[in-house]
């Protein structure tokens, strides 16, 4: 199944994706979501409401669709309680020379929190700082994971059981302000640099999430390809050590790591201008696409 967040003239609702369509969940059944953040609703009581869903998707006739055309897809989960990246967790990646920066391979997960207001929806353009801020804004094609049941010290055997589902993400990184300390909050939580989407593919559509190619363009141009079988810290890890730490809760985000090919990697690096296209592909799960644009501020 794929759920989405999508906005028409109205408030944001939830819906079912069905082809080309969008089925609204909240007009076809109004009494099954709680009104407030129906999406976090969904993805906690998932057990309850998909019976429900799974009927209104398997028979859609005299529901009210949507052409996916004619609505605005938003963050899957606009407002989630933590989003989370791990980094350097692709061994091309690491190779790569980031603004002159020898690394290695990092004998522990490497994490950083990115702002809850960076989050931004799939086709919504990416806000580029003024250029008296910066002008070494980069992409990052990544998959991501939806925590979908609240959890606390899992071992990886047990963490698939706790994930709602995957979107794919864009960790949208300002190099030299990640780059000047060493902690890296400030340069992955820019305004509207996390994008994901387009939707969120439930788990049970994705038996391994290991075996995923990912692709990253700008302006049509492929800048980056792999495959998520080639993370260092696989997800199952990722969930299992986050969780020694924190309390996991439905709706939370995590960013699971980029390979090579990344602007500041380039010779010379090449960072996003206003007007670029950027897209990330990911397979079984779509694909998000922005637009940079200048900051008006």
């Given at each position: 199944m794929q759920v989405c967040t999508f906005k028409t003239d109205s408030e944001a609702e939830v819906g079912l994706v069905h082809e080309e369509w969008i089925l609204p969940v909240q007009r076809a059944l109004p009494d099954l979501l709680r009104p407030h953040d129906p999406m976090l609703d969904l993805i906690a009581r998932w057990d309850s409401v998909k019976p429900a869903l799974q009927g209104l998707l398997n028979n859609p006739a005299g529901t009210e669709k949507l052409r996916r055309e004619h609505v605005?897809?938003?963050?899957?989960?606009?407002?989630?309680g933590k989003?989370?990246?791990i980094g350097l967790n692709y061994l091309d990646h690491i190779n790569e020379k980031i603004i002159g920066e020898v690394?290695?391979?990092p004998e522990h997960q490497v994490w950083f929190s990115k702002a809850t207001t960076a989050v931004n929806g799939p086709f919504d353009p990416i806000v580029l700082p003024p250029e008296s801020v910066s002008t070494m804004t980069d992409y990052e094609a990544e998959l991501v994971v939806v925590i979908g049941r609240r959890c606390k010290r899992v071992t990886p055997e047990e963490a698939p059981a706790f994930v709602f589902g995957y979107c794919v993400g864009n960790d949208v990184s300002v190099r030299d302000w990640q780059k000047r300390t060493s902690q890296w909050t400030l340069g992955k939580g820019f305004d509207t640099h996390a994008p994901?989407?387009?939707?969120?593919?439930t788990a049970d559509e994705v038996p391994d999430p290991h075996t995923l190619g990912l692709r990253g363009l700008v302006n049509g141009e492929e800048r980056q390809r792999s495959n998520t079988s080639l993370m260092i810290f696989k997800i199952w890890d990722q969930i299992s050590v986050l969780s020694q730490a924190m309390t996991l809760e439905p709706g939370d985000v995590i960013y699971?790591?980029?390979c090579s090919g990344v602007g500041?990697?380039?010779?010379?690096?090449?960072f996003l201008r206003p007007?670029?296209?950027?897209?990330?592909?990911?397979?079984?799960?779509?694909a998000i696409e922005a637009l940079c644009t200048a900051d008006p501020m």
């Open positions: 605005r897809l938003l963050a899957p989960v606009p407002r989630p989003v989370l990246g690394r290695t391979a994901f989407g387009p939707w969120i593919t699971t790591g980029t500041a990697g380039m010779t010379p690096p090449t007007g670029d296209h950027v897209r990330i592909e990911i397979d079984q799960l779509g």
